[in-house]
């Protein structure tokens, strides 16, 4: 009897640049904007420092993102290039190399030469690029993805302190943006543990924590050099 399955592996790319994104977006503004504070910067200095930072922020990570997976893609298409011409010019060597593989993962040597043999006459490439490289279309590199992906997400994240800075007077601003900005980062760490299956209370202590400290350390760090009197 057949049964839909739902795996959550498919979503490993864009959840990836998803969280980074949106929790770079708001510990880097929400630190920014601690930082700048604590040095005595006026309000209007301060929303324009943040707006900078989200803007900067978003298009780094979006080139960030595109730079890394793009160079992740040059090395999948090169490993691909060498399979399909390896393939054309030693097949019987590649078809023992594709048994051997299934030899360690607990096949018999003649049931792994005929799983070999009947995979690789389906689609040779796309058995080796799964089984001997690892590559499959669920975790192939997407540059254009990640960067959107990545960008999008900074932004929102960025947005919520910046609008906090707008809502906020200035005497409640450090304790509003901190307290704000470790609860979405408590919701952030929560929502990608749930797409992605793991442990809520461990994902999101584990965001918190990192978000707090970059809050901590750059807001010490503006008070230590800021010009307030």
């Known amino acids: 009897m057949k049964h839909p399955e739902t795996h959550r592996t498919t979503r490993i790319g864009w959840l990836r640049a998803a969280v980074l994104g949106a929790n770079d977006g708001i510990v880097s503004?929400?630190?920014l904007v601690l930082g700048v504070a604590a040095?005595?910067?006026?309000?209007?200095?301060i929303m324009l420092t943040g707006v900078a930072g989200l803007v900067a922020g978003a298009m780094s990570m979006a080139a960030g993102e595109y730079v890394s997976v793009s160079s992740q893609a040059d090395t999948e298409n090169a490993d691909l290039a060498r399979e399909r011409e390896e393939l054309a010019t030693e097949p019987v060597r590649e078809h023992a190399e594709m048994a051997a593989i299934y030899v360690k993962r607990g096949l018999e040597a003649g049931l792994a030469a005929q799983v070999a043999k009947q995979l690789m006459a389906h689609d040779a490439l796309g058995a080796?690029?799964?089984d001997e490289l690892g590559i499959s279309d669920?975790?192939?590199a997407r540059p254009l993805q990640a960067a959107w992906?990545?960008?999008?997400t900074f932004s929102v994240g960025a947005a919520m302190p910046l609008l906090v800075v707008l809502l906020v007077p200035p005497v409640a601003l450090a304790w509003s943006v901190s307290g704000s900005a470790l609860l979405s980062l408590a919701v952030l760490g929560s929502l990608a543990a749930r797409a992605g299956g793991a442990p809520i209370m461990v994902a999101a202590t584990r965001?918190?924590?990192w978000g707090a400290l970059a809050m901590a350390m750059t807001a010490g760090v503006g008070a230590m050099f800021g010009v307030a009197p």
């Open 39 to 45: 040095a005595g910067a006026s309000a209007s200095n």
């Open 29 to 31: 503004t929400a630190s």
């Open 149 to 152: 992906t990545s960008a999008l």
């Open 128 to 130: 080796h690029a799964r």
């Open 138 to 140: 669920t975790m192939s």
């Open 207 to 209: 965001v918190t924590f």
